[in-house]
């Protein structure tokens, strides 16, 4: 079991940042992606970003590319995504996931086994 505690939400106005950070603990060994996702009201959950926990590889979504950074640190067993230049329609509750399937093989949501309880970003225009 691994379980996943999200951080850092909150609202924020449009062109501003902010910080997530995702903290995991239990058997963190088996986790070989970490990624965040977002639910916006009335959407399907999708993949924000991606990052393999060895070697550090990253995926992200083509909407928040270059506006959006996602790291990890291993030693201290947190994920973090930064985002920048925020649009209201990044407005969504984001959710921290592990998969133990590689990063070439973690791009949806059924690929991940474990999910933090979500945060709320709300981005007012």
């Known amino acids: 079991q691994v379980q996943l505690v999200e951080s850092g939400g909150g609202l924020v106005q449009a062109g501003g940042s902010l910080r997530l950070s995702c903290a995991a603990s239990?058997?963190?060994?088996?986790?070989?992606?970490m990624a965040w996702f977002r639910q916006a009201p009335g959407k399907e959950r999708e993949i924000v970003a991606a990052?393999?926990?060895?070697?550090?590889?990253?995926n992200y979504a083509d909407s928040v590319k270059g506006r959006f950074t996602i790291s990890r640190d291993n030693a201290k067993n947190t994920v973090s995504l930064q985002m920048n230049s925020l649009k209201p329609e990044d407005t969504a509750v984001y959710y921290c996931?592990?998969?133990?399937?590689?990063?070439?093989?973690?791009?949806?949501?059924?690929?991940?086994?474990?999910w933090g309880q979500g945060t709320q970003v709300t981005v007012s225009s």
């Open positions: 990052i393999a926990t060895s070697g550090g590889a990253t």
């Open positions: 239990g058997r963190t060994s088996s986790s070989n992606t």
């Open positions: 996931a592990a998969s133990g399937r590689i990063l070439a093989f973690a791009k949806s949501a059924p690929k991940y086994d474990y």
